[in-house]
């Protein structure tokens, strides 16, 4: 029987659209980026600016949509999903279809997700400057939007799987277990850490809160980096590398290594953006050990990038698109090598909160995504559109211009990272106080966030001679479909499930695994068992795979024959990491670990300050976590009886807000007690009228602080109406708000928001453009404005009662630092007497 | 069972073969185009994937099952405590050498103590106070409003008016029992400055208003 043989057209049309979607929105998004970059040197860039340049036709101290806390998710969803995500689906799309040797399965599916996935974007672009936020990074899109990309997600999902069922190639090359990790994974990270409950169509609160929202949000937002970010480049680099080069891949071997432990490992390391704050230790551990281990399989993508390239290196004199490749490799490493190395403990008490780890998202973002997507483009248009590349000078230009720009932009950030780090610890000579105020440390690294700004400028301007030069490409070329002839392939993916689980590599490593968990989480000595009984297992698979080298490594070439069970098994390891440090904390029941605090519950009007907090993305900038450190301590939290951010002080918060980045001062000691006489009104560290004078304009309190005014909030009303919808929704995820009837709750907010405002009258707050109203109309004024609700959160911010204990941590079962305690006890009674 | 050795088919070409044989293995397939070589993981890199996969165990029976290191929260409050001992044995040196006629005739007449006292007030207290220490501030319209603070130019000194009740009111913050000005509250500066700083903020504040403070005759002697 001859093979039948049939003409099949790739559908390139995809690929273009997805490329020059990429493209439209990379410009927009780094355009944004650098706004966002400048605000912090220059205040007045939040709106001010737009006086000088309308010639006074606008006029504002600053204007809300484009205020750093709601641009800056702005630009990091349009990098991410709109550049990065349509670049990658171009790239899946045409190399796919290649590797397939068969056109993508549904044209309808290619269109409806490319559609599809622009219209969310438009969506993110008009929701997020409108404060429009779930408050949680890089998941900050609303909840209709979620679904809709979930929708989305499926649509990509159904029409790649359904080209590979429809493959006429028997064996699945490495991009394409890349891109299966992708798909599944992301899947699974983007709903779990977008379950929420809505309480209106543009508001929700996270199923999650405190400690598991955060670790739940940063097993996402790691994984989102590995599994958007990382995987799906690598599967492109796999294809356009070698093809580039037209050289053969370094090593087969060391892809499968990379690969396998890549999608195992990755997934543990979420809790390293969690360090040394109130996460268990347990979790906090793993995080950073299994950073550490992914330092050699990056590395792996690395060599097998770069050593792909040689023999090819007298090409990158001349071709930009190698020079791209090379480069991004090369960055890929760097990035990759200063991940663990931030995930250290000890390295990470310095650098967390601080610019040194925006620097290393960008030498990722600019350097290996950047790079690799401009690399491919240059490669991809004379291709897409039959022609010349319209001008290869230009595209050198780019190269140069792009290089500078992130070494400027990595360089400045490391300065500034690591002095303001280093400043912030540094105390007087009495070694009692701490040395420099915070503001302080931010004039201090003035210089280098300009620098920041210049070296983005540069590689922004690159990008734009890029769009130009494919958008001239593709003018002069003519965009013709691509016919191959193909031999149809029947009789493929014929092993059974069955087949592919109950073999000696799969069985070994599921046991291991097994008890390797168990290791974690079983009682003194048992625990000591299950270790035994993991390296037992491991000696006994690296002696049966010495022995049936042969057989072990047919099964993995036959795996790879099957589409199926090996997205099974890819599945598996993607998910052990995220079940074994989400689940515990989920079933460990909340009382226990609260760690003798339990946060005050919010008021109604407290409640709507915070959905106005992380409207404003006020997380952007300000932590509410006291680390276990001496220098936070010292400076957020000297009293003795309040000290480092115990776990129960934030267990109410959907979402949390630990934060991630502080460009201001960390506020979880800012709340404080009932103020004298006052029903609700609290007053914290500082008072009412510091807060009113604060948002008004942050210089007067603050000389030297780069905060934007907040003149919208004095005007702005509070939104009281949709409170008892909020409060409900939160009752139903456990928060014990007490009964309240829709009256009594609107009545308590309006009322707190009158203590607040006569409080402030009393003391004389003035508004300068509601200067002729008297004291009462003033008052009324303020009672129902968003500041006032504003004020009333700050004032709550970290507020907790005590919890009576005797003291003992009881031991439990999954909590693997209770039985540390237990074994602790005794020396620590030594050390007492 | 077969062994190598009476196995009739030729060993398949792989990595371990290549490097016997001193060549690269190249494998069969092609995939639009696309070779793969089978080389051999390099040892540097071996070395490295090792080494990292072994710290894992290691540290972890060392912290849980051996029992070694400090936790977190056992290490921050002895660290605490030892910076509290150091703050209240700095802030009692202090004061055992600091009476109204030192503040008055010492600090107060020392410009390098003034000027430092001056820098420190700005940077930290203005905000409050402002900077002329009227705790009021002018706007762009030419109106005057009120700070948090009180004035400290007035002549008023509502917690007491010697020159030591200043030093603890800075270091101490408003009284626990007392409701404050309009609710605004000072925060304890002794948590924030060193004993020295503050009391070079007194220097500066007496320096301003010398006709507020005076030793008065009936007190105590100034040290020998």
């Keep these: ?833 | 069972m077969s062994t190598p050795l009476n196995n009739t088919t030729p060993e398949p070409r792989r990595a371990e073969y290549a490097s016997r044989e001193g060549e690269i293995v190249i494998r069969p397939h092609e995939y639009d185009g696309i070779q793969e070589y089978d080389q051999m993981l390099p040892n540097w890199w071996l070395a490295i994937f090792f080494a990292t996969l072994l710290f894992f165990p290691l540290l972890w029976i060392g912290y849980y099952q051996l029992g070694f290191m400090k936790s977190d929260e056992e290490k921050i409050n002895s660290q605490m405590a030892l910076i509290e001992k150091a703050k209240s044995k700095a802030l009692d040196e202090m004061l055992a050498k600091l009476d109204d006629d030192a503040l008055i005739n010492q600090w107060a007449k020392d410009p390098a103590a003034v000027a430092n006292g001056k820098e420190t007030y700005l940077a930290n207290c203005s905000a409050c106070h402002a900077q002329d220490r009227s705790a009021k501030m002018v706007l762009a319209g030419g109106q005057s409003i009120p700070l948090p603070g009180l004035p400290l130019n007035d002549g008023q000194w509502k917690y007491g008016a010697s020159a030591l009740r200043q030093f603890q009111l800075i270091n101490d913050g408003t009284p626990a029992d007392n409701p404050g000005h309009n609710g605004a509250r000072m925060e304890a500066w002794g948590q924030k400055m060193p004993p020295l700083k503050i009391v070079e903020v007194v220097a500066y504040l007496i320096s301003e208003n010398t006709k507020d403070f005076v030793v008065s005759t009936g007190d105590a002697p100034a040290n020998p």
């Excluded at chain 1, 248009?381 to 190269?399: D, E």
């Excluded at chain 1, 946060?599 to 509410?624: K, M």
């Design chain 1, 1 to 833: 029987m001859t093979p039948e043989k049939t003409t099949i057209t790739y559908d390139d049309r995809s690929v273009r659209h997805f490329m020059s979607a990429s493209i439209f929105w990379g410009v927009i998004g780094m355009l944004v980026g650098l706004l966002a970059a400048t605000q912090l040197s220059w205040w007045q860039m939040n709106g001010k600016f737009l006086e000088a340049i309308s010639f006074g036709l606008f006029k504002a101290e600053g204007l809300s949509y484009i205020t750093f806390g709601r641009i800056r998710p702005l630009h990091t969803n349009a990098v991410i999903f709109a550049f990065v995500g349509n670049m990658m689906f171009a790239g899946v799309y045409y190399s796919t279809q290649r590797l397939c040797k068969a056109r993508m399965a549904s044209d309808f599916l290619s269109r409806l997700h490319f559609w599809g996935w622009q219209s969310i974007i438009l969506g993110a672009a008009l929701t997020l400057p409108a404060g429009l936020t779930r408050g949680k990074e890089y998941a900050e899109l609303i909840w209709p939007l979620n679904i809709a990309v979930v929708l989305m997600w499926v649509v990509f999902g159904v029409n790649f799987f359904w080209t590979l069922i429809k493959r006429n190639e028997r064996s699945l090359y490495v991009s394409l277990w890349f891109y299966i990790a992708t798909i599944v994974t992301i899947a699974m990270l983007y709903i779990v850490n977008h379950l929420s409950l809505p309480t209106s169509l543009v508001h929700s609160y996270p199923i999650f809160g405190g400690v598991q929202d955060g670790l739940v949000q940063w097993w996402y937002g790691h994984n989102a980096v590995a599994f958007f970010l990382t995987t799906p480049i690598l599967g492109i680099m796999y294809y356009f590398v070698p093809k580039a080069a037209e050289r053969p891949v370094y090593s087969y071997r060391l892809s499968i290594i990379h690969f396998w432990a890549l999608v195992f490992i990755y997934i543990w390391a979420g809790p390293h953006h969690l360090l040394n704050t109130a996460l268990p230790k347990w979790m906090q551990y793993l995080g950073m050990l299994f950073s550490l281990m992914l330092w050699a399989p990056s590395w792996a993508g690395m060599l097998n990038g770069l050593l792909t390239l040689r023999g090819a290196w007298d090409k990158l004199r001349t071709d930009p698109v190698l020079k791209f490749f090379a480069a991004a490799v090369t960055f890929y490493g760097m990035a990759t090598f200063e991940g663990p190395l931030l995930s250290i403990r000890a390295v990470n008490a310095l650098s967390h909160y601080t610019d040194w780890t925006v620097g290393h998202v960008h030498s990722g973002a600019l350097g290996w995504n950047g790079f690799m997507a401009a690399g491919m483009f240059y490669w991809l248009a004379p291709r897409l559109w039959k022609g010349k590349l319209w001008s290869t000078s230009l595209a050198n230009m780019h190269f140069w211009l792009g290089l500078v720009g992130i070494l400027l932009y990595t360089a400045a950030m490391w300065v500034a990272g690591i002095t303001q780090g280093l400043m912030l610890s540094q105390t007087n000579p009495d070694g009692a106080t701490l040395k420099y105020e915070f503001v302080e440390t931010l004039q201090t690294i003035h210089v280098p966030y300009m620098l920041r700004s210049f070296g983005g400028g540069l590689y922004l301007l690159g990008f734009i001679l890029c769009a130009i030069n494919i958008f001239m490409t593709a003018r002069r070329g003519i965009a013709e479909p691509m016919q191959v002839e193909v031999m149809i392939l029947k009789n493929k993916d014929r092993m059974t499930l069955r087949e592919a689980f109950i073999n000696d590599p799969v069985c070994h490593a599921i046991a291991a695994l097994c008890f390797m968990i168990l290791w974690f989480f079983l009682p003194t000595h048992a625990d000591k068992a299950a270790l035994l009984v993991t390296l037992l297992l491991v000696y006994r698979s690296v002696k049966l795979f010495k022995k049936n080298s042969t057989q072990w490594s047919d099964f993995f070439n036959r795996l790879i024959d099957n589409y199926l069970p090996f997205t099974v098994l890819i599945f598996l390891a993607a998910a052990i990491g995220g079940a074994v440090q989400i689940i515990p904390s989920l079933l460990v029941n909340k009382a226990s670990q609260v760690e003798e605090r339990v946060q005050t519950l919010y008021t109604p009007l407290e409640l709507a300050g915070r959905d106005l907090y992380i409207s404003e993305g006020c997380y952007n900038c300000h932590s509410q976590m006291i680390r276990t450190l001496v220098p936070d301590v010292m400076r957020y939290g000297p009293l003795p009886d309040q000290g480092y951010s115990r776990l129960g002080e934030s267990i109410y918060d959907h979402p949390y807000q630990w934060g991630s980045k502080r460009t201001g001062p960390d506020l979880a000691r800012e709340g404080g007690i009932l103020a004298a006489e006052a029903k609700q009104m609290r007053i914290g560290k500082r008072d009412n009228l510091w807060h009113f004078n604060h948002f008004m304009d942050p210089r007067q309190t603050s000389p030297g602080s780069n905060m934007p005014p907040y003149p919208w909030l004095f005007d702005a009303k509070t939104d009281f109406k949709s409170l008892p919808q909020k409060i409900a929704a939160q009752r139903t995820l456990g928060v014990p708000w007490p009964a309240l009837s829709r009256d009594e709750i609107e009545q308590s907010a309006r009322d707190q928001g009158m203590e607040i405002a006569s409080s402030l009258v009393k003391a004389g707050a003035f508004l300068p453009d509601q200067a002729k109203l008297s004291d009462d109309q003033l008052r009324n004024h303020l009672a129902e404005s968003q500041v006032i609700a504003l004020i009333s959160y700050m004032q709550k911010v970290g507020t907790y009662d005590v919890v009576e204990s005797d003291g003992k941590r009881p031991v439990k079962w999954l909590d693997p630092d209770s039985h540390r305690t237990q074994f602790r006890a005794a020396p620590d009674k030594n050390t007492q007497n």
